[in-house]
Each structure stands twice: as C-alpha cells, then as structure tokens.
C-alpha cells in the first residue's frame, strides 16, 4: 500500500525530483513487498509535514501547570494564523556560503511555539527597493524545542525574501504568522514513510522526520533519499537521527549521479528538476527499452 502525501502544506513544493537511483532504493521494501509506504515528495525551496504533537484542550494555566510549558495564551499558541506578530532573532550561524539557520525566541523561555507538523509559517520582510515581501517557510523545530523556533534558509542572490534574511542580524525582528498548512498525520497510520527531498526542501522533512523518531509510540520507520549538487544541509542533524535511531531510520545521499527510469512523462518531468538542481546532462542518465 502506498499513500501518497503530495498534496502537503504548500511550503513542500520544493523542486526536487522523484527518481529511481539503482540500489538507492532496495531499503523502501520488504521481501514480500508488503512494506506500507507513505510517500513524502518534496520539491527544494520549501516544505511537506505529518504528526501531531502536544496542544492540550485544557486551559492555558492548567496545561502550564501540567507540563510546565508555557502556551503563550490564546489556543495555547504563540502564533496567530491572521495576525503578523514579531519574534526577535537571537542567533544567526551560516551553514554554507549562502544558507544560514535563524534562531527565533519565542515570549518566554518555557513557551510553546504551537505549530502541528507539516504546517508552515508565513514571514513577511522587505526587499532591496524597500517593498513587502511575503513568503512561507517551514521551521526545523518541533513543539518539545520550548522557548525559540529555528528556520534553515537558502539565500538566493536576487531573492526579494533572501535580500530580507541575509540583511538580518541578532537582535532584529521578524514578523510572521500562521500556522498555515491542510495535511494531518497520526502516529502509525502506515508502516512507513518513503521521503524524498532536495536542497532546501530537506526543512519539512527533517521536521517530520524529528516528530516520527523521537515519538516512542510511533512505530512508523522513515526512510530518506536526499539529492543536491553542492551542500547536504543539516547533515549533522540526519546523521545523527541515522545513529540515535538506527531501526527505525535510513538515509541515502545523492550528490553525483542521477539514474531515472519510469514513463516518458516522468522522466521529462523529472529532468527539468534535475536541471533546476543544477544536475547536468552528463550526472544524469535515462533508462529506455531500445530495439
């Protein structure tokens, strides 16, 4: 059985590439081939989702008193889904020469962020020219991060949002909203999920990822392909998944060759993000039937 989870929040349409690598593949099955496979496809720039966590329907105070978590008030949130409001940043570290992760404190050192896996936050900055500028994002944290949320971002060199983080320092605000997101995942509603990701869209994932693991209800296995040509971000993060939960999570990095097979609609597909990627014609190779 697989269930396909494409029409995730709209932070998961990353251009990333569905493809079949030889080998690369072998661990999304079983010998009877009856491994349910829940299917994350994630297209690079933004993000997928799945879970839940921990929103209580208990009143603010007595959820605090009960976990001692702090739930900023309203619904237990410190975001509003209609209402920008401002998270000051207080830690900026450059992964790469031009993606870095923003650290974000939330009102207290005990508040809960309140954001359902696989939603995605919509931040508002200013481009070169001064104009708004309006994008979403998915953040790296999950719920049990009490007191900050942390958001990995890729600076493009003409990026009107990019202009806005790369001009960001310790100390400044961001506004934001949300959550915002449509899709819903319960612990062990399927054996597995099957992910695929590239560049930046690895953000949704990894979070999805963090919330399946380190549920010790959640029998769910994740399995990961993640594709790019320069920088594996957050590689630390997912090797580190890889060892703390060696059953229960794999990952396979692709950083040279692209080997695709599949209908020619597919393939043609699959091309153009590949090329997006900046995956040449020469790390890339077509299976076809030839007479």
């Not at 929103?55 to 105070?61: D, E, H």
């Amino acid at each position: 059985m697989i269930a396909l989870a494409s029409s995730l929040s709209w932070s998961f349409r990353t251009r990333l590439c569905c493809f079949s690598i030889m080998g690369a593949m072998e661990f999304l099955g079983t010998p009877g081939g009856q491994l349910s496979i829940a299917v994350a496809v994630g297209l690079v720039g933004v993000g997928v989702g799945a879970a839940y966590f921990l929103l209580s329907s208990k009143k603010p105070k007595e959820a605090q008193e009960r976990t001692g978590h702090d739930y900023c008030g309203l619904a237990f949130l410190c975001l509003d889904p209609d209402k920008f409001k401002e998270f000051k940043l207080v830690n900026k570290t450059y992964l790469s020469p031009n993606v870095a992760k923003f650290r974000f404190a939330l009102p207290t050192p005990t508040s809960v962020f309140g954001l359902p896996i696989g939603h995605h936050i919509i931040c508002k900055g200013k481009d070169r020219q001064g104009g708004v500028v309006i994008k979403p994002y998915n953040p790296i944290t999950l719920d049990s991060d009490v007191g900050y949320f942390e958001l990995v971002i890729k600076m493009y060199q003409h990026g009107r949002m990019s202009h806005h983080f790369g001009t960001m320092h310790e100390g400044d605000y961001l506004a934001i909203k949300g959550p915002k997101g449509h899709f819903k995942y319960q612990p062990n509603q399927v054996r597995a999920f099957g992910m695929i990701a590239g560049g930046s869209g690895i953000t949704p994932i990894f979070q999805v990822a963090r919330a399946v693991l380190e549920n010790p209800s959640d029998k769910t296995k994740v399995y990961l392909i993640y594709a790019n040509v320069k920088d594996i971000l957050l590689k630390n993060e997912l090797d580190n998944l890889a060892r703390t939960y060696p059953d229960g999570f794999k990952i396979y990095y692709v950083l040279k060759k692209m080997l695709r097979c599949g209908p020619p609609s597919m393939n043609k597909a699959m091309a153009a993000h590949l090329n997006a990627l900046g995956y040449t014609s020469n790390t890339q190779f077509e299976f076809g039937l030839h007479i």
